[in-house]
């Protein structure tokens, strides 16, 4: 199928939450949550309590602010749309009609265009998220899911999980220029802060490939195996990247952990246990508390990331995929 034509519709009316505080502080420091199979968002407090859950579309995936974070946007995968909330109020205020299974986006620098993933057409979305219109799609391979644009918007890599591929646009020249073979099934990106690595989940391999942005080569990876686990048990996905640099956290899916890497050195530090396939993965702006959604066992594991210890798990919706915090 290829890509439906695209249309906005704004102003609808929802609920108010938390209204009073945010209006105050511009931040309401809730953790939003997408609950793929509950149809839902969970709403955490900083107080690390499930204080509202959300009915929202028909498979909520991949999640993104809006440039000035007063906005936040939802992939409604099952519903062909992407949902757009008010942050501080929790209210729907419009839809993105026709984006054909939208899985996860990034937004470009200049806060007016996302690129989006579009799973079952094998292409990437590039949309005008204020008229709602088309501006651009590129073919990729099967299953496209991570997304990360350049810091100068010049790039935005695709990931195609089933290709094994990752997939270069240059979006000012409007083409695909590379196609970068990496390990099996990739997942998602990071970017180290200076913008010359990135770094993406390779799932069935059970490794982070590491692409050179300049030169679009693989550089080195990063392997893992926590003690207990069988090779093909560790099914990395999401990853963050400190903001000065030394630092990644890493998703290992069914292997029940997030690896923690440094990144200079490209090894593995420690791992710390969370809940069962360990999934999406959120930084509050302090970087003292990494969120972790575990798909199988329906709750959000917080760790304290000094201590590299878990604090608590917070039981959410049905299979927790990606998690936004309202903190900066």
Request: one cysteine or more.
């Amino acid at each position: 199928m290829r890509l439906a034509q695209i249309r906005s519709v704004l102003g609808i009316s929802g609920f108010a939450f938390w209204a009073s505080a945010a209006a105050v502080s511009g931040q309401t420091g809730l953790a939003i949550v997408a609950d793929e199979r509950g149809d839902t968002l969970s709403i955490l407090s900083p107080d690390l309590e499930l204080v509202r859950s959300i009915e929202t579309c028909a498979r909520p995936r991949g999640m993104h602010f809006s440039a000035d974070r007063s906005s936040f946007f939802v992939g409604c995968a099952d519903d062909d749309m992407i949902a757009i909330y008010d942050t501080a109020t929790l209210e729907l205020t419009g839809r993105i009609r026709g984006v054909p299974a939208p899985e996860t986006f990034d937004l470009h620098p200049d806060g007016r265009r996302l690129i989006v993933s579009n799973e079952e057409d094998a292409a990437a979305s590039v949309i005008d998220i204020v008229t709602g219109e088309l501006l651009a799609e590129f073919l990729t391979g099967e299953e496209p899911e991570g997304v990360q644009v350049t810091p100068d918007g010049r790039l935005a890599f695709v990931a195609s999980e089933a290709a094994s591929l990752v997939h270069v646009i240059d979006l000012a020249a409007g083409e695909v220029i590379a196609d970068i073979p990496v390990d099996t099934r990739p997942r998602r990106f990071a970017l180290t802060p200076d913008g010359r690595e990135l770094w993406v989940s390779a799932e069935l391999a059970g490794i982070v490939d590491i692409i050179d942005v300049e030169s679009l080569k693989l550089v080195g990876d990063v392997t893992f195996l926590p003690t207990g686990f069988r090779p093909e048990q560790v099914t990395p996905v999401d990853l963050e990247i400190s903001a000065d640099g030394t630092r990644a956290y890493v998703a290992l899916g069914r292997a029940n952990h997030v690896a923690v890497v440094d990144v200079p050195a490209r090894k593995v530090l420690d791992y710390v246990l969370v809940g069962s396939r360990a999934w999406g993965l959120a930084l509050t702006a302090d970087e003292s508390r990494l969120y972790v959604a575990n798909g199988l066992s329906d709750d959000v594991t917080v760790i304290d990331t000094g201590s590299l210890k878990a604090l608590t798990s917070i039981p959410v919706g049905r299979v927790p995929y990606d998690i936004l915090i309202d903190d900066r």
